[in-house]
């Protein structure tokens, strides 16, 4: 019964390719301010911003970084006081001991391999000490150079409503995505999703009624 519903619920729809391009069309009309709410000015801090997100919310990492940007503006700065005052400094952001090793260790390869720069490729990245994939994606898209499609877990629930994934697994929904989204939009479809899924497909009570793709949703409630 659910699965016929489900299968009548994808034909009428229609398939996920006719739709990627309208759904990301609409959404960009929706959600014009769609984008990182991380605050930062320069390729480190975006660095240490994502880093610092992990299990928290923007809002909060905005707060912390407003005043340790001003004390910390080079990777050589994170590496000149004790770790227990970069723990301290950074400890309303949780996980503060694991952030701050990770930091630490980052900020080191930073100076030894990049010249202090950051990498723009994902397997660079993904090498720094504490950076998994979804922050290097994170981060190589802000850079302008997207390798990959971020899965949180907004784009995991409205992938998977929107008919766009069938897996759980992020891996495989990203993999979905890469195929299916254009290139060029790789970069803020995420942001698309995140913002959609805040203030629209909620996790408990999406409001399909209020939703600019109603028509294009196989798991729209109406
Ligand atoms: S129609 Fe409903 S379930 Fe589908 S994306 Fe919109 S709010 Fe989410």
Redesign the pocket.
Known sequence: MARSFVGEARKRVGPKRERILPIIERLRAEHTDAGIALRFRTDVELLVSVMLSAQTTDVNVNRVTEHLFEKYRRPEDYLAVPKEELEQDIYATGFFRQKAKAIRGTMAMLIEEYDGRVPRRIEELVCLPGVARKTANVVAAELGEPQGVVVDTHVRR?SQ??GLTRHDDPVKIERDLQRLVPREHWGIFPHLLIW?GRR??IARA???LD?V??DL?P????
């Open positions: 409205l409503r929107l959609h629209v497909c999406p409001r399909c939703c793709l109603l949703c798991s729209s409630r109406v």
